[in-house]
């Protein structure tokens, strides 16, 4: 990446879709953001990753084959790179326009374990804040008609001693991310320029998996994700971008499975989320800088998933300063003892940034640890901050639980308290501690029932 497009990304601010949604006609806006996302085409030309010297086995690193294969797609105009069956060891893959990396039945991309293959540093977002970092194991910058696809496997190879350790703790050594967050923290509130902000090398932040960043017209369909740093499917600034049928299971720390940021319309269908974070997490940038890029994520269609372990089965926040809106889920099903919540919306009065026309319908909770329904003003910083949590128009409709410790877990501030909850047509049965509402001035209920009796405020 050379430095006109460090400074073109620095500064850049993208207008996403029109803000104004018609709040009395949800149906017909799901359907045009339907209509709009379109996955892309690839031209009818093969680039077997055998042909351009990668060898199978797993031992012997294959990304510079992988990278000609790329670049000779690429510049013949497009087409399909090729995994065949076997086990291809790797280090950061990129992804240019019009190319579909294609992992065949059979295939494993099997990511080194050495952090020194995801050099040289990229443009990326970490926890929602721009930086220049260790590259995501696959990357985009900028392209347009990109794919993963196939019935394969990608393998973070990521453990207790690859990775995971790096998000530390009270008694983390050396290799921990701890004093490099706060660093990279500070630079965003400080809003130091973001080529600046360089990490990498003798650092501890661990890379995404997946992640296009700027990309238009995205593809991530029916691939296996195993073993990842950190978060495994995270576009960034993204405009049309479908993730269907992919299988998730990956239990390391901050292992979230999904997390589209500041993208606008994006379609999840019949993904399996088993995760060691939250299964779907919908963010726009943290606090400062999160407003400095001021991009809403917006237009998101969830549907037909199905979410086992997690923090939550859809959550909302916490970095999303640049404000969420528009989002349908629909159709999933959501249960384990080890699934903390169905929609959890989490915010505080740092974060800024609007959250609303959520709409969370015909979904099925067998059990989760904690509540059905989570909007917590107070995650992490809590109150204090200038900017009051704005959360309107959330409605949940048609949602059964057959286990949970809360139905509705409500903490708002006293300053701003929670308002525009619609519960309709739901049955929360075994909830142990019923309902916890904590500043809330207004939550509709409409045949709604806790515990066998009808919900009131």
């Known amino acids: 990446m050379n430095r006109r497009s460090l400074l073109k990304t620095a500064a850049f601010a993208a ?49 510079a084959a992988i990278a000609k294969a790329i670049e000779a797609c690429n510049k013949a105009g497009g087409g399909r790179v090729v995994v065949p069956a076997g086990t291809f060891l790797t280090g950061a893959i990129h ?32 926890e929602g804040t721009e930086c220049m970092n260790y590259s995501p194991l696959i990357y985009a910058f900028e392209a347009t008609n990109i794919g993963i696809t196939g019935t394969g496997t990608l393998d973070g190879q990521s453990d207790t001693t690859h990775w995971w350790h790096w998000k530390g703790g009270k008694n983390a050594g050396k290799e921990s991310q701890n004093a490099d967050r706060l660093a990279l923290l500070a630079a965003g509130d400080k809003n130091v320029p973001v080529p ?82 939250d299964c779907i997490a919908i963010k726009s940038g943290r606090n400062v800088d999160g407003r400095r890029v001021n ?27 640049g404000g ?43 059990q989760v640890a904690a509540g059905v329904i989570d909007i917590d003003f107070n995650y992490e910083e809590g109150d204090g901050g200038p900017l009051p949590p704005v959360v309107n128009n959330v409605v949940v ?14 903490r708002g501030f006293k300053t701003a308290p929670i308002r525009g909850l619609t519960v309709v047509n739901c049955d929360f049965a075994n909830a142990e501690k019923g309902n916890l509402l904590e500043n809330v001035e207004s939550v509709k209920f409409t045949n709604a029932t806790i515990n066998g009796k009808p919900a009131v405020l």
Not at 101 to 110: D, F, I, N, Q, R
Not at 397 to 410: E, F, H, M, W
Request: charged residues 20%; glycine residues 8%.
């Open 324 to 366: 969420v809106r528009n989002v349908f889920v629909e159709n999933c099903n959501m249960s384990s003892p080890h699934l903390d919540r169905a929609l959890r919306i989490k915010t505080n009065s740092y974060r800024g940034g609007a959250i609303e026309n959520i709409y969370f319908d015909r979904v099925t909770v067998g």
């Open 295 to 321: 991009r809403a994520c917006e237009n998101l269609i969830i549907r037909n998933c199905t979410m086992k372990d997690g923090h939550g089965g859809v959550s909302i926040g916490s970095e999303a300063s």
């Open 95 to 126: 992804l240019k326009s019009n190319v579909n990396l294609h992992v065949s039945e059979g295939a494993t991309l099997l990511f080194s374990q050495n952090p020194s293959d995801f050099l040289p540093v990229v443009y990326t977002r970490w």
């Open 15 to 63: 207008v996403g879709a029109p803000s104004l949604f018609p709040q009395s006609d949800p149906a017909s806006a799901k359907a045009a953001i339907l209509k709009r996302i379109q996955p892309p085409k690839f031209a009818n030309r093969d680039f077997d990753i055998t042909k351009f010297g990668a060898e199978s086995g797993g031992t012997k690193l294959a990304t």
């Open 196 to 277: 600046q902000r360089v990490f990498g090398e003798g650092h501890y932040l661990r890379p995404n998996f997946i992640q296009p960043y700027r990309c238009t017209n995205v593809l991530i369909e029916n691939v296996k994700i195993r073993r990842s740093p950190m978060w495994e499917l995270n576009p960034v600034l993204c405009t049309n971008v479908t993730m269907r049928n992919v299988d998730i299971d990956t239990h390391g720390p901050n292992n979230d499975g999904c997390d589209p940021e500041s993208c606008t319309d994006v379609l999840v269908d019949g993904c399996t989320f088993n995760t060691g974070d």
């Open 397 to 410: 409709s048609n949602v059964t639980c057959q286990k949970s410790r809360y139905g509705l877990y409500l």
